[in-house]
């Protein structure tokens, strides 16, 4: 009797974990990954992230499925964050600018004329040393960083006035992102900085709510900002990073083998989105300039730099924290100065 049901035990052992096993590779039990951001399906972060979807497809495709929400189809940046940090979604591009509102240390790289150069952005970017504690930064607000994506240069843009150094932005609305760094920057360099999420720049440009933005060269094209504005000056105050957020619980509940190959996944995204950003950039010069109509202009940059830098003094002073991760950047900036110099 009791070898029988002994038996009988192990045969429901085996027949829950057989349950078990075969509803892990059922499609059903399968974790839906969903990773929000909102460019369009043309840009290269989507790209990327396509590349990411396939990649886990192939390599845990049993285990895990990518849904990817570009657009904002899932809300604003800002609210596609608060959703990362719940859980209600796994992941999140973020432009580096709105994140600093989740903790400070974001600050540094929201500085202007941070980076000397597209070489010194990227070897800072690439130096876990100096990003390392600021992804981590968020660890308690839910969230982590894990990787980091072009977002070139930014640059004034205006419907129809040229800007040719900072006294031309005065008395002009100039449409920013949400981060008190940006507004700060704007009031240093004179214009009126109104912040709003992107996908309501266009009718505001359109509506006259605003007098010009700043963004990239993407922003004319794949987001028809070039459509109603048709001077576009490179003064190239920032090189603002988009970022790759995940939820921490996700994050920390995977095995360590999937650990594994999510971060090798993170690194193609990475990748990917550099190789496309090139293309996509030089693609969008053309179109704007042929296409669009829009004038590029190439002010001397030396008085926007000078209204900017109280701005560095002002972030370190507050948070000292910032000063070695800023002085790490400043060597890539000796070891990659500008053409200019
Ligand atoms: C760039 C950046 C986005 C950001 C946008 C903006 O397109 O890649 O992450 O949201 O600028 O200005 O809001």
Known sequence: MRIWKKCSVLVCVFVLLSMILIGCGSADERRIIRIGHNQSTNHPTHIALAAFQDYIAENLGDKYVVELYPSELLGSQTDMVQLTQTGAIDYCVASNAILETFSKNYELFNLPYLFASTEAYHASMDDTEITGPIFASTKKAGF???TWLDAGTRNFYTVDKPINSPADLKGLKIRVQQSPTNIEM???????????????????????????AENNEMALTDNGHGDVCKYYSYDMHQMVPDILIGNNVLLEEMSEADRGVFEAGYDLINRVQREEWVKAVDKAKQKAVNEQGVQFIYPDQTPFVEACMPLHTSVLEKNEALRPLYDAIQRYNQLYPSVAE
């Open 186 to 212: 704007m009031r240093l360099l004179g214009g009126s900085a109104t912040p709003m999420s992107f996908g309501e720049v266009y009718t505001s440009l359109q509506s006259n709510i605003i007098d010009g």
């Open 144 to 146: 982590t960083a894990v």
